[in-house]
């Protein structure tokens, strides 16, 4: 069989080399597409193998390779191999998938981890099994039963981007393995190393790559030695580097399966000359490698004598191959390369000594290593043989690894294999964690000896002799001794974190997470302990760390490196490890960085060489702590365009001589505070969501800095500015950190510190800032707030940034126990304000806030604070409880609908009584007598997880300062109307300008068409024109750009003298937009940006803006077509070039109109007048006269739309002709601010479930290709869906406004962005608040025609008002002063307002109709009309735009709706009518029995008392003596005066006791319901009388009417006329 590949393969492969070589095209954009298959069917026996030739790091996953049964002639490419389906086997990293499904989960070697180089084939053997070779080793079968006929399959996936078969042969008798390497060598030049074992290999992943050491490195490597084997690692480094710069005749040999292709290259010519950072890499690799081998080793370095350096450096295959090694106390042997020190009874060497010294000891030389003079194997801590049932061990007992992990959460304990002794410790790293289970790893120590022990599923379950770490907590015998060990949890650790505990000799356990000592877990630890891991949960892997002390390695690793680098700028000390006094007190960095940084330029510069291949492993440290106010600050020099992310800096307490630094130092989980994003996080925790200038905006040429204050806080600079306090109580012994992470590829320390100006004294200390309307703190403004979270709390709660911020960790597992408590007592008048930083759309309720009087010494701390049964008041939703118990009920506000951004406070005034503060609006009184000492609560419960406190002395919410909300585009006023730019009377010599200075025409020629605008752009203004004409006989067309030259100071029109084109234009520095090229003074600086200029024509819209981050962007049609330039100077102007085909243009960006007496929009009017009075008419009339001086913009609907939409009414009017989706719409015109944009809803088809919904688009929808619903858009969309919020599809605000889904026919709603760019909703002229904010300009307003509704309308401003009838009915803003009494404005609408629509889609109240026409009441008694009928449930009312509290009659008198009721209005008698007694009595309720409704009925008026038993109250007889008297038996009927309890409110009337609840089955749904009855009547002034409640309650039912005045008694007949049934259903 020809080793070939098949001519048809994966849609981004090219092949090349006689169809030999496949390669992926587009290797970083796309990592699937892949495949290739063999040109033949396999022969049996025959290895089809190919070389894996690149790879790039970009992606996970590597090749793939198996067979398929499918002819490659007529197959249909899937994405990738593992698609393949009907007879397929593939090898997918160490699985075995058939037709896609898993069928061996660990098989031979993980493809994943295979370099560049490496070979691996695939087999069908003759007895139709499948093996997989790598490297000519075969790895077993992998499946069995294949059929004869098989091609190969290579999926060139992730990683793997070019593959070269080398052959398609049986191999060789006895497997061939010898055989297959001597060829690999022989082809590739290199050497394979001999392999130890597969998990050393896993093992090894996260330590640095090798490099160059010859061939004999691996063997020597494997040795006990100490200076003597590190100067022969030396002197073979230099060797081969002489070598390969020209100094030696050999080349030594790479490793294959660890060569390091982005740091070295591949072939070593020769001729090939290193850089300075590869020979950096050379001396590196090799100390790692010796390094690393002596952990493998399990035994200690012996210490060496002198060594002879450059003898090892004149032969490097004999230093590296026969393993000797010389000295005054050494020999030589086979086995072991030296050993001059003798050995202590432990293993460990007794003569260590500097590098370079004679070393001291008495060893004889003789043969040591693994014999006597190391730790037998016996000797070393491994992990014993048995263990859980679950457990693999791999690496010589070293490496613990849980199988089927995702599968299985437990069984996976594992121990050591002999006791631990006194002092020693047991350290794990953890190597593979899995993103499923909650819970993770769990650490400790046991008496019961593994051999006798019968292994638990879970090490927690055990409940004698263990002591365990779980979380941050210690557990002993399974239960909770300390609920907060330390301050990191365990769940939380990451891959490569490292945890260890330690038995010491007084018998106290220490636990130790990256090196790092967490304290005495427990005191009294029994002398004989083995150690246990429990691999429970997410954690799936560990290997044992041996080696624990890395600063001696480290700094003589650093003193080898900067021996022998060469001489290029790079400090040339000795090599002693004093540092020269001339620069000890120099901020540097420090030399030992990053796996993927280097240090240059005399320390004071960082980079990572390749950056455009790696994006992390780039921190780097400063040489030393920085003092107190002592600002580090570094210049960002170069930047790449391919990752996401940039720099970070920070402080950190770990010495950098002794850290082993992690890929990214956000994964360090103690004593480190770092700046990132637009965030700052403390051990890995963000406790600052929105911090300053967003560090992911930064260019080359900014400069970033921190500094640490003697206060204790902590502050960040960007470009020489402060940024403000990110941190308090940091230690004062930090260095300083950058994390060249992302995009940040360079940078530089700056020591001029001239031009910086100092830190205010009053940054973090200062007069309080306190809300609008709190309460003054009692201590003064210039008190400083001592006001903290006190570490105790919750077990789920977590309290950072200096006790100023609390949030609830494992937020999405947990919605409860994140309780926490002020640091002390509140005094009097001082307010305890937080601000909710984060919330999860997860759990039903929300943050709950209050005070106790318990001390938190004294707290046990429950689930939830309402669960406390004693001195504690708590605000829960609109509940105030006391002590468990609920107070009273709707309190003025509701803490389960706030949102990110709001802040509550609480103050005890002086009286004893607590107030709550909502936004520093004081919500009124909620109770009295509390004690004088209280603590401030808050319990972090359900969707509230964040919270900080804000004061002067904290970190004031920084979500919420001026400095970090998004600037908006305002452009300048013109007294041109609409316009806010005008162009300059300076111009190109063909230019005319026209429309005093808005349109500008080229008369003349292709050229000397430049024109600027007449002022300077602002920050953030965007300078927008539009094509008016073009002509097509030229080519090219319009540039745009920003220049610094000022108009001004050209010499006069006409401009002969300027240049013809913009590109040349180079007298001052000029940035534009050429077609699709950046050009800065005529020097290409970038392509492809954006859409091409060259290809616009009449109509289109084309801007620019310089941006608050000095960048220049350039706006298509309203649409950002991000940064086109970077460090573009302040000052500067607008300039156009109209070249080419584009003749004529005229300015269109306009600026929005300053209200300055209201933001708000006027409200539309319609006949649907509410059921009391609206605004006052001056009010009113003043925001018509704004409306009438506004210039609204015409709106129509984009001929761009869904496919299932028609437009027609000169597209005002939209409907969707088919299905119930594709119904996307948008206007033509975006949303000028300030403008009102209403349509109304036509037609909605009842056949559908859910309706509409609508919201604004943030950029131009012209070419938008619309999905098939709204909630598919996800790029700057804010969209209103039933009652929520929506942006970019994630849910931002519950409970907002109506559900759009009741909205009936004839709704008009509409949509509003205010000056603050907030966004706001109108249903029938009603505003419903703010819906959204920071919406961008332009704004499109969109409307998807989604389920029931299926046609709306544009309402212009010549259609009349929704439900308009002549004039007819009138609203109190058309009375006249005849209507007026005694000065207060009464009710005209007397009855109901006729609804213009009635809801008929409310199901609430079809609910309530259909439990009515149970009542078989007559239909005579109920108004005809059923507009009159009125549904108070919570969308019906909102969608109205009620108000929850009216007034009636003469004299007025307050009501309140009957909000959760449903009104079925009566018919009026004539009489009544005419009297008009509706309007000038007042409005009451009053419950009754469901079997009292019909009598009450034929009455027409309420039932005496002894007529029915719904009351409890009995007829009343006339008054004797004074007093009430009891019912004399003889007493006349005719004496008894009935008597009748009312209401103005349902909350009382409503109440089971007057109103019995009675069950139902709904003949709809067949679903068992509870109804109540009531009347809604109208009551004569003068005929009642008000009095107190009689039920006894003592908490308040209406925050309205007071309980002593909530109960009206009536005992005149004809003093009431029923108005209403009013029905409630549960």
């Known amino acids: 069989m020809a080793a070939e590949l098949h001519p048809r393969s994966g849609k981004l492969i090219g092949l090349s080399n006689s169809n030999r070589t496949a390669q992926r095209n587009q290797p970083v954009q796309e990592f699937n597409h892949g495949l290739v298959l063999s040109r033949e069917p396999l022969k049996d026996r025959d290895v089809f193998t190919v070389r894996i030739d690149k790879k790039v790091n970009s992606w996970s996953?590597?090749?793939?390779?198996?067979?398929?049964?499918?002819?490659?002639?007529?197959?249909?490419?899937?994405?990738?191999?593992?698609?393949?389906?009907?007879?397929?086997?593939?090898?997918?990293?160490?699985?075995?998938?058939?037709?896609?499904?898993?069928?061996?989960?660990?098989?031979?070697?993980?493809?994943?981890?295979?370099?560049?180089?490496?070979?691996?084939g695939i087999q069908r053997d003759g007895r139709g099994q499948l093996h997989l070779w790598v490297n000519g080793q075969d790895c077993g079968p992998a499946a069995s039963g294949l059929p004869p006929r098989l091609w190969a399959v290579v999926d060139l996936y992730g990683k793997c981007t070019q593959v070269t078969v080398v052959s398609c042969e049986p191999p060789p008798d006895?497997?061939?393995?010898?055989?297959?390497?001597?060829?690999?060598?022989?082809?590739?030049?290199?050497?394979?190393?001999?392999?130890?074992?597969?998990?050393?290999?896993?093992?090894?992943?996260?330590?640095?790559?090798?490099?160059?050491?010859?061939?004999?490195?691996?063997?020597?490597?494997r040795r006990n030695q100490d200076n003597a084997a590190i100067a022969s690692a030396v002197a073979a480094a230099a060797g081969a580097a002489a070598l390969v710069n020209g100094g030696a005749e050999e080349v030594p040999e790479l490793s294959r399966s660890h060569s390091r292709p982005d740091k070295f290259p591949n072939n070593l010519d020769p001729e090939t000359v290193l850089t300075e950072h590869q020979l950096f890499d050379v001396f590196n690799n090799a100390i790692v490698s010796l390094y690393r081998s002596e952990d493998e080793s399990g035994g200690h370095l012996g210490s060496g004598g002198e060594t002879d350096s450059s003898r090892g450096a004149m032969d490097v295959s004999r230093a590296g191959s026969s393993g000797t090694g010389s000295g005054p106390g050494g020999g030589e042997n086979s086995s072991s390369s030296g050993g001059g020190g003798g050995t202590t009874p432990n293993g460990e060497g007794s003569g260590h000594s500097p590098l370079g010294n004679g070393g001291g000891g008495s060893g004889s030389g003789g043969v040591t290593g693994m014999g006597s003079g190391s730790m037998t194997t016996n000797d070393a801590l491994l992990f014993h043989e048995k263990c859980g049932t679950l457990i693999k061990l791999s690496n010589n007992h070293k490496t613990a690894e849980r199988r089927r992990p995702l599968d299985e959460f437990n069984n996976g304990v594992v121990m050591t294999n002999r006791p631990l002794r006194h002092n020693?410790?047991?350290?794990?790293?953890?190597?593979?964690?899995?993103?499923?289970?909650?819970?993770?790893?769990?650490?400790?120590?046991?008496?019961?000896?593994?051999?006798?022990?019968?292994?638990p599923a879970t090490m927690t379950n055990l409940r004698s002799g263990t002591i365990m770490m779980s979380g941050c907590g210690i557990l002993t015998n399974g239960k909770g001794t300390r609920r907060e060990y330390c301050e990191f949890s365990l769940d939380e650790l990451q891959e490569g974190d490292h945890i260890g505990l330690m038995r010491k000799a007084s018998g106290a356990l220490h636990f130790y997470i990256n090196g790092i000592d967490q304290g005495v877990a427990a005191a009294q630890t029994p002398g004989v302990v083995y150690g246990v891991v429990d691999l429970y949960g997410m954690a799936v892997k560990v290997t044992i760390v041996h080696n624990h002390n890395h600063s001696d390695r480290l700094r003589r690793n650093n003193a080898i490196m900067r021996a022998l680098s060469p001489d290029v700028g790079r400090p040339r000390p000795s090599l002693s490890l004093t540092p020269d006094p001339e620069t000890q007190d120099r901020l540097l960095f420090h030399p030992n960085c990053g796996q993927k940084a280097a240090i240059i330029g005399d320390g004071r510069t960082a980079l990572r060489p390749h950056a455009t291949d790696d994006f992390n492993h780039g921190v780097v440290l400063s040489s030393r702590p920085l003092r107190s106010n002592e600002v580090f600050q570094v210049r960002i020099d170069k930047m790449v365009d391919k990752w996401a992310g940039s720099i970070e800096i920070g402080v950190t307490t770990h010495n950098p001589a002794y850290l082993q630094l992690p890929s990214t130092m956000t994964n360090l989980r103690s004593g480190t505070?770092?700046?990132?994003?637009?965030?700052?996080?403390?051990?890995?925790?963000?406790i600052l969501d929105e911090y300053g200038h967003n560090l992911d905006r930064l260019k080359a040429g900014d400069t970033v800095g921190v500094?640490?204050?003697?206060?204790?806080?902590?502050?960040f600079f960007v470009n020489g500015v402060a940024q403000g306090p990110a941190a308090w109580n940091v230690p004062p012994c930090v260095y300083a950190v950058v994390d060249l992470y992302g995009q940040a590829a360079q940078a530089t320390i700056m020591d001029d510190m001239a031009d910086l100006p100092p830190l205010p004294d009053d940054c973090s200390e200062g007069p309080m800032a306190m809300s609008p309307g709190s309460p003054c703190s009692v201590g003064g403004g210039n008190t400083t707030n001592d006001l903290r979270f006190h570490q105790m709390h919750g077990t789920n709660a977590v309290i950072t940034n200096g006790g100023r911020t609390a949030l609830r960790q494992n937020c999405r597992s947990e919605f409860n126990d994140a309780i926490v408590i002020s640091n002390r007592c509140l005094r009097d008048g001082e307010l305890f304000e937080i601000v909710i930083q984060k919330m999860v759309d997860r759990w039903s309720g929300s943050i709950e806030a209050g005070v106790t009087a318990i001390r938190p010494e004294e707290l046990e701390f429950p689930n939830t604070m309402t669960d406390i049964d004693y001195d504690t008041w708590m605000l829960s939703g609109t509940a105030i409880m006391q002590d468990g118990n609920t107070m009273r009920n709707n309190y003025g506000c509701d803490l389960d609908s706030l949102t990110t951004a709001s802040r509550i406070g609480m103050m005890r005034s002086a009286t004893g009584d607590l107030h709550y503060y909502?936004?520093?609006?004081?919500?009124?009184?909620?109770?009295?007598?509390?004690?004088?000492?209280?603590?401030?609560?808050?319990?972090?419960?359900?969707?509230?997880?964040?919270?900080?406190?804000?004061?002067?002395?904290?970190?004031?919410?920084?979500?919420?300062?001026?400095?970090?909300?998004?600037?908006?585009?305002?452009?300048?006023?013109?007294?041109?109307?609409?316009?806010?730019?005008?162009?300059?009377?300076?111009?190109?010599?063909?230019?005319?300008?026209?429309?005093?200075?808005?349109?500008?025409?080229?008369?003349?020629?292709?050229?000397?068409?430049?024109?600027?605008?007449?002022?300077?752009?602002?920050t953030d203004e965007l300078f927008e024109v539009k094509i008016n004409e073009v002509a097509e006989q030229w080519a090219g067309s319009l540039h745009i750009g920003l220049t610094t030259l000022q108009p001004a100071e050209l010499p006069s029109c006409p401009l002969s003298d300027l240049s013809p084109s913009l590109t040349q234009l180079r007298s001052k520095v000029t940035w534009l937009l050429a077609g699709s090229e950046v050009r800065r003074n005529g020097v290409l600086q970038r392509q492809n940006y954006g859409c091409s200029l060259d290809r616009l024509t009449v109509g289109n819209r084309v801007g620019v803006k310089r941006c608050s981050d000095d960048t220049m962007h350039i706006f298509i049609d309203g649409e950002d077509m991000g940064p086109a330039a970077t460090a573009v100077a302040k000052n500067v102007y607008a300039v156009l070039d109209l070249y080419g085909k584009v003749t004529a243009i005229s300015i269109v960006s306009s600026s929005a109109s300053e209200d300055t007496e209201s933001v708000k929009a006027p409200s539309l009017s319609s006949d649907s007048c509410s059921e009391g009075e609206e605004d006052s008419t001056p009010v009113r009339e003043r925001e018509r006269e704004r409306s009438r001086l506004q210039v609204p913009t015409v709106m129509a609907f984009l001929e761009n739309h869904g496919k299932n939409i028609q437009l027609g009414n000169q597209n005002l009017t939209a409907a969707r002709v088919s299905s119930y989706n594709q119904g996307l719409l948008v206007t033509a015109q975006p949303l000028p601010r300030q403008q009102l944009f209403q349509f109304q809803i036509d037609r909605l088809n009842p056949s559908w479930t859910s309706s509409l919904s609508l919201g604004v688009i943030g950029h131009s929808p012209d070419r938008l290709n619309f999905p098939s619903t709204a909630c598919c858009l996800k790029r700057s969309v804010w969209l209103l869906q039933r009652d929520s919020v929506f942006h970019n599809s994630l849910k931002i605000c519950e409970n907002y406004g109506p559900n759009l889904d009741t909205c009936p026919e004839g709704t008009v709603l509409g949509l509003l962005v205010d000056a603050s760019s907030c966004l706001h909703l109108y249903v029938n002229g009603m505003d419903q608040g703010v819906a959204a904010q920071d919406i961008p300009s332009p704004c499109y307003p969109l409307i998807?025609?989604?389920?029931?509704?299926?046609?709306?309308?544009?309402?212009?401003?010549?259609?009349?008002?929704?439900g308009a009838e002549s004039g007819e009915t009138r609203c109190q803003a058309d009375m006249e002063k005849a209507d007026m009494v005694?000065?207060?404005?009464?009710?005209?609408?007397?009855?109901?307002?006729?609804?213009?629509?009635?809801?008929?889609?409310?199901?609430?109240?079809?609910?309530?109709?259909?439990?009515?026409?149970?009542?078989?009441?007559?239909?005579?008694?109920?108004?005809?009309?059923?507009?009159?009928?009125?549904?108070?449930?919570?969308?019906?009312?909102?969608?109205?735009?009620?108000?929850a509290y009216y007034k009636r009659g003469e004299p007025p008198r307050d009501y309140a709706l009957p909000f959760g009721w449903c009104r079925f209005a009566l018919r009026i008698k004539p009489h009544c009518e005419v009297s008009n007694a509706f309007k000038k009595w007042h409005i009451a309720y009053h419950g009754t029995s469901v079997g009292a409704l019909r009598r009450t009925l034929d009455l027409s008026q309420l039932l005496p008392a002894e007529s029915s038993s719904i009351f409890s109250v009995s007829p009343v007889k006339t008054e004797s003596q004074g007093g009430y008297g009891e019912p004399e038996e003889n007493s006349a009927p005719e004496r008894e005066v009935p008597r009748v309890q009312l209401s103005p409110t349902m909350r009382y009337s409503g109440l089971e006791i007057f109103a019995p609840k009675v069950q139902f089955r709904d003949p709809r749904s067949h679903r068992c319901h509870l109804a109540q009855v009531a009347f809604q009547v109208c009551v004569r002034p003068g005929s009642y009388k008000v009095g107190p409640q009689t039920l006894g309650l003592s908490e308040p039912l209406d925050p309205r009417f007071s309980n002593t005045e909530i109960e009206w008694v009536t005992k005149e007949r004809g003093g009431t006329l029923l108005y209403g049934l009013l029905v409630r259903v549960e």
Not at 427 to 454: A, F, M, Y
């Open 174 to 221: 006895g497997g061939g393995g010898a055989d297959e390497e001597a060829r690999a060598e022989s082809e590739d030049g290199v050497c394979a190393e001999e392999e130890d074992d597969d998990e050393e290999e896993e093992e090894e992943e996260e330590e640095p790559a090798e490099g160059i050491i010859g061939r004999g490195r691996a063997a020597a490597a």
């Open 673 to 686: 505070w770092m700046m990132t994003g637009n965030g700052v996080m403390h051990n890995g925790t963000t």
């Open 424 to 455: 020693e410790m047991f350290e794990i790293r953890i190597d593979k964690l899995v993103d499923k289970w909650s819970g993770s790893i769990e650490i400790g120590v046991t008496t019961h000896n593994p051999n006798n022990l019968d292994y």
């Open 1382 to 1443: 005694d000065g207060i404005k009464e009710s005209v609408c007397w009855t109901p307002p006729p609804e213009v629509n009635p809801n008929k889609t409310c199901e609430y109240q079809a609910l309530c109709s259909r439990f009515k026409d149970l009542l078989t009441l007559p239909d005579g008694y109920f108004n005809e009309d059923a507009k009159y009928n009125l549904c108070y449930c919570e969308s019906c009312h909102k969608l109205r735009g009620d108000e």
């Open 707 to 715: 500094v640490r204050k003697e206060d204790g806080s902590l502050h």
């Open 1344 to 1362: 998807d025609l989604y389920g029931q509704c299926e046609q709306v309308t544009i309402v212009t401003n010549n259609v009349p008002e929704v």
């Open 918 to 1018: 909502i936004n520093g609006v004081d919500q009124g009184v909620a109770c009295t007598g509390l004690p004088s000492e209280v603590f401030a609560v808050i319990d972090l419960y359900g969707q509230c997880v964040q919270v900080s406190i804000t004061s002067s002395s904290g970190p004031l919410d920084n979500s919420l300062c001026t400095s970090n909300i998004t600037e908006k585009s305002f452009p300048i006023h013109s007294p041109v109307a609409g316009v806010a730019h005008r162009l300059h009377s300076k111009h190109g010599k063909n230019m005319v300008l026209l429309g005093d200075g808005c349109q500008a025409l080229r008369v003349g020629s292709y050229a000397h068409g430049v024109v600027f605008s007449a002022k300077e752009l602002k």
């Open 61 to 120: 996953g590597s090749i793939e390779i198996g067979v398929t049964a499918l002819d490659p002639a007529a197959l249909d490419f899937p994405s990738s191999a593992t698609g393949l389906k009907g007879g397929s086997w593939i090898v997918s990293g160490c699985s075995v998938l058939k037709d896609g499904r898993s069928v061996l989960e660990e098989y031979g070697r993980d493809l994943d981890q295979l370099a560049e180089g490496d070979r691996v």
